[in-house]
């Protein structure tokens, strides 16, 4: 089946530990995307990437980073720096090029600091 | 002020009404807009794209934009119990990085047998 996949769905950190999320999306999108969504609030960029090897920070980059070295997988790291980790995490995918491309998400993955 | 803004509600209608669901968002040289439907825990599962003025139908839901007041709005006709969730709005800009989607607060609506 074509779609975005993410893991683990839920993941525990301990404070001072880097964690990371897996994204795979097998839709042959070129743009993948990172969003936060604490409770009760709307999602929150932290990075995208339109091609393979070039990503941008979004509206909260800071304690995160990502990498795109396949088309295909766009893992995110949540260091240590990142004080307040504790949120439901998406991944997303679009088609790129046009304006009007519609955005995917995955399942999500759930991090608690504990 | 906030890129995309929705009231958080909740908002409640009786089954079979129209639910009717706004947002504004402040970026002029926004080209794509988006309505996404989130359940409790869940990703969020897109419900309507518009990227010209005017209506759009589909099924029971209706989008509308008007760019000129710089606002967006979904009807959700003979609403179910189903449709119980919270809506987000998303607005699409073509940035120098890229396409970059930015997401209302989103509102909570509740269908009330």
């Known amino acids: 089946d074509g779609g975005i996949t993410q893991s683990p769905k839920y993941l525990f950190r301990k404070e001072g530990q880097n964690v990371t999320l897996s994204c795979e999306q097998n839709l042959n999108h070129d743009a993948m995307y990172w969003y936060r969504q604490d409770p009760g609030q709307g999602l929150r960029l932290i990075y995208y990437s339109q091609i393979v090897n070039d990503f941008q920070k979004g509206d909260i980059a800071e304690g995160y980073s990502v990498s795109r070295e396949k088309k295909e997988s766009f893992p995110l790291t949540v260091t240590s720096a990142q004080k307040n980790p504790t949120a439901f995490y998406l991944c997303?995918?679009?088609?790129?090029?046009?304006?009007?491309?519609?955005?995917?998400f995955g399942e999500g993955s759930w991090l608690t600091v504990v | 002020q906030k890129e995309v803004e929705q009231n958080s509600g909740p908002l409640s209608v009786p089954e079979g009404a129209i639910a009717s669901l706004n947002c504004t968002y402040s970026d002029r040289v926004s080209q794509s807009f988006f309505w996404y439907r989130q359940y409790s825990g869940k990703s969020p599962e897109l419900i309507m794209s518009?990227?010209?003025?005017g209506d759009k139908e589909d099924g029971r839901f209706t989008a509308q934009l008007n760019k000129a007041s710089q606002y967006v709005s979904l009807l959700i006709r003979d609403s179910q119990p189903s449709d119980s969730a919270t809506y987000l709005c998303a607005v699409n800009i073509l940035t120098g990085g890229g396409n970059k989607l930015t997401f209302g607060t989103g509102t909570q609506l509740k269908v009330e047998l």
């Open positions: 518009i990227y010209s003025n």
């Open positions: 997303a995918s679009s088609i790129s090029g046009s304006s009007g491309n519609t955005i995917y």
